[in-house]
C-alpha cells in the first residue's frame, strides 16, 4: 500500500513515468505497424550491430594494449575488424540518417528521437576521428599534426590536444564511447517508446484531405 | 501541419499490424554484420603504416633535419612562429576581430630552442665538439644565442641547407648543437628523448610532432601518400583503404575559394577557423533539421516516402 509521502518519492515518479510511456509491450513488442515493410528500416538495426561490433573489437584491442596490433598477426586482425566494422557503422548510419529525413521521421512528436540520432552522428564522427589519432602510426601522426590547426584556429586547442596521444586514447576509449552509448540508449528507447513513424498520408482519410 | 495530424501521427498505431521478432532481428544483424567485418578483415586488414622516427628523418634526409634544427634554435621554424597554445611569438588566426586561441592563451607551452634542441642533447654523452658547444651556448646570454642562430639560419638558407657551403661567419657553437643533434637523431636517441623531456612517464607527443612538421620530410611524405588537406587528404587514408569518408564535407570547403589561398584575406588566411565555423553551424542545423524551415517540408515535396511505403500505400488505396 502506498501513502501520500511515497507518492512524492523521485522513485515512484521515474517508475509511473517509465511504466506509462515504455511499458515492457512496447519495449519488446512481437508486432509492427504493418506499414515498416522496407529494407529501409534494416539500416537502423544494422547500425546497431555495427556498433556491436565496434565496442566488442574495441574491448579486445584495450585489454591487449594500444601497440599490439603492430606486433601481432592476431592483434592486427582485431585491428581490421574494429576497423571494418566502423566503416559499416558509418555507411548504414548515413543511409538510415538520410531514410528517416526523406520520411520526415520527427512527425508526431518524435523531434528528440530525430535530434537524439543526429546527435549520436555527430558525435561518432568525434569519436572516430579520436580513432584515427590513437593508431599510432604514420597516419595518425599526419592527421594530428594537420587536425591541431583546425581546432587551434577557434580555441579548442587549448584544451583538447589532438597531439597528446594520452589524452586522445583516453577520450576514445572511456569518454565518448560512454556518450555515444548514452545517447544511443536514449535513441533506441525514445523509438520504442513513440514507436516508428506511420506513413505521411497515413491520416488523410481520417482527416478529410487529399493525399 | 494541424494538431489533429500530429496527435493521430503521435498516438499508438491501431492500424493492420504484423509480427516482428526484435531479439531474432537483432541477433541475426550481430551475425552478419560479424561475418562480413571478418571477411573483409581477412581478407584486406586494415591500413598500419609505419610511424615516422626522428631516426628515419635524420638517416634519410640530414640536410633537411639538420636545416630543421638550426630553425628551431633560430626561432624561424613554423612551430617558433605559432602562437597560442604553443607560445606567444605571433596572434595566430582569426574571426574577423576574434583571435580565440591568443585569447585562451599559452595552455601548451613549447620552447623550441630548449625543448627541441638543448635538453635533449643534454640527456646523453656528448663528443667534445658538442659538449663545449652546448657549454657555451648554456653560458651565453640571449642576445648572443639569436645572432648566432639567425646567422647560421640565414647562411644556410643561402646555400640551399648545403651544409658544406656555409661560408665562415659568426655563427658561434650553433653549427655543432646542430651537428650533435643529427647524430643524436641517426642513433635513434632523440625520439625518446623529445618525449620524456627528462621525465619517466610520458603520453603526450606534440612535442614529437610539432618538430616532426617543421621539416619537409614529413611533409613531402604525406604528400606522396596523398594525405595533404588540398587533396581532400582529411578524408584520405594511407594505402588503398577507405578513410574517414565522413569528413567529406569538413573537407570539402578546404578545395573550393576562398579557402583553397591562404594568401587571400580575410578567408582564405584563415580558412581552419572559418571551416571550423561553418562545420560547427552545419552540424547544429543536422540536429534541428526538422525545425528549419524549407528543409523541413521537402520530404513532403519531394515524395521519396511514397518509394518506402510503396506497399501500404497500394493496400490502403492512398
Known amino acids: 500500500m502506498s501513502t501520500s509521502t511515497e507518492k512524492e518519492m523521485w522513485v515512484s515518479k521515474l517508475r509511473k513515468g517509465w511504466q506509462k510511456n515504455l511499458p515492457i509491450e512496447k519495449l519488446l513488442p512481437d508486432t509492427q505497424p504493418a506499414y515498416v515493410a522496407s529494407w529501409i528500416y534494416l539500416f537502423g538495426v544494422a547500425t546497431l ?35 571494418w566494422s566502423v566503416q559499416f557503422f558509418f555507411v548504414f548510419m548515413v543511409v538510415h540518417l538520410w531514410g528517416k529525413f526523406w520520411m520526415a521521421a520527427w512527425r508526431g512528436r518524435r523531434m528528440l528521437t530525430w535530434i537524439t540520432g543526429a546527435f549520436a552522428f555527430v558525435g ?16 595518425s601522426q599526419w592527421i594530428s599534426y594537420e587536425a591541431k590547426d583546425g581546432f587551434n584556429s577557434v580555441g579548442i586547442g587549448s584544451r583538447f590536444t589532438v597531439t597528446n596521444f594520452g589524452q586522445m586514447l583516453l577520450l576514445h576509449v572511456a569518454f565518448l564511447p560512454v556518450i555515444i552509448g548514452l545517447i544511443t540508449l536514449v535513441h533506441v528507447l525514445l523509438v520504442r517508446a513513440k514507436g516508428v513513424v506511420p506513413p505521411i498520408d497515413a491520416f488523410n482519410k481520417e482527416l478529410g484531405e487529399r493525399k | 501541419m494541424s494538431d489533429r495530424r500530429a496527435e493521430l501521427e503521435a498516438a499508438h498505431w491501431g492500424g493492420r499490424t504484423r509480427r516482428y521478432d526484435l531479439i531474432k532481428e537483432g541477433v541475426v544483424a550481430v551475425v552478419i554484420i560479424a561475418i562480413l567485418v571478418g571477411a573483409l578483415a581477412t581478407l584486406f586488414g586494415s591500413p598500419d603504416e609505419k610511424q615516422v622516427t626522428f631516426k628515419e628523418w635524420a638517416v634519410a634526409a640530414p640536410a633537411d633535419f639538420y636545416a630543421t634544427s638550426v630553425q628551431e634554435l633560430a626561432g624561424s621554424s613554423g612551430t617558433a612562429g605559432y602562437g597560442a597554445p604553443y607560445n606567444k611569438a605571433s596572434d595566430g588566426i582569426n574571426l574577423g576581430p576574434l583571435y580565440l586561441a591568443k585569447l585562451l592563451g599559452v595552455t601548451h607551452p613549447v620552447d623550441t630552442v630548449n625543448d627541441f634542441v638543448i635538453t635533449p642533447l643534454t640527456t646523453v654523452s656528448n663528443a667534445a665538439p658538442v659538449a663545449d658547444a652546448l657549454k657555451t651556448w648554456q653560458a651565453s646570454d640571449a ?115 576562398p579557402f583553397n589561398n591562404g594568401d587571400s ?3 582564405g588566411a584563415n580558412a581552419d577557423a572559418w571551416i571550423m565555423v561553418i562545420m560547427g553551424v552545419l552540424s547544429f542545423s543536422l540536429i534541428l533539421m ?11 515535396k519531394i515524395k521519396i516516402h511514397r518509394l518506402v511505403w510503396k506497399n501500404y500505400y497500394q493496400e490502403e488505396n492512398l
Open chain 1, 124 to 139: 561518432s564522427i568525434a569519436t572516430a576521428f579520436t580513432g584515427y589519432l590513437v593508431q599510432s602510426n604514420f597516419d
Open chain 2, 143 to 257: 642576445k648572443s644565442k639569436a645572432t648566432w642562430a639567425t646567422n647560421y639560419d640565414n647562411a644556410l638558407t643561402k646555400v640551399n641547407q648545403d651544409q658544406a657551403k656555409v661560408p665562415a661567419g659568426n655563427y658561434g657553437p650553433v653549427p655543432e648543437l646542430a651537428a650533435g643533434l643529427l647524430t643524436m637523431a641517426q642513433a635513434g636517441s632523440l625520439d625518446g628523448a623529445l618525449l620524456s623531456q627528462g621525465n619517466y612517464f610520458q603520453t603526450d607527443n606534440t612535442k614529437q610532432t610539432l618538430f616532426l612538421g617543421d621539416g619537409t620530410y614529413f611533409n613531402d611524405k604525406s604528400t606522396a601518400s596523398n594525405l595533404q588537406g588540398s587533396t581532400w587528404g582529411m578524408m584520405n587514408e594511407t594505402g588503398r583503404y577507405p578513410g574517414q569518408a565522413w569528413l567529406w564535407l569538413y573537407s570539402f570547403w578546404y578545395q573550393i575559394p
Open chain 2, 265 to 267: 584575406h580575410p578567408f
Open chain 2, 290 to 300: 526538422p525545425m528549419i524551415p524549407i528543409v523541413n517540408r521537402l520530404p513532403y
Open chain 1, 49 to 83: 550491430a555495427s556498433l556491436g561490433m565496434i565496442i566488442a573489437t574495441g574491448l579486445w584491442l584495450s585489454f591487449e594494449g594500444a601497440q599490439w596490433y603492430h606486433t601481432s598477426n592476431v592483434g592486427h586482425f582485431a585491428n581490421s575488424m574494429h576497423f
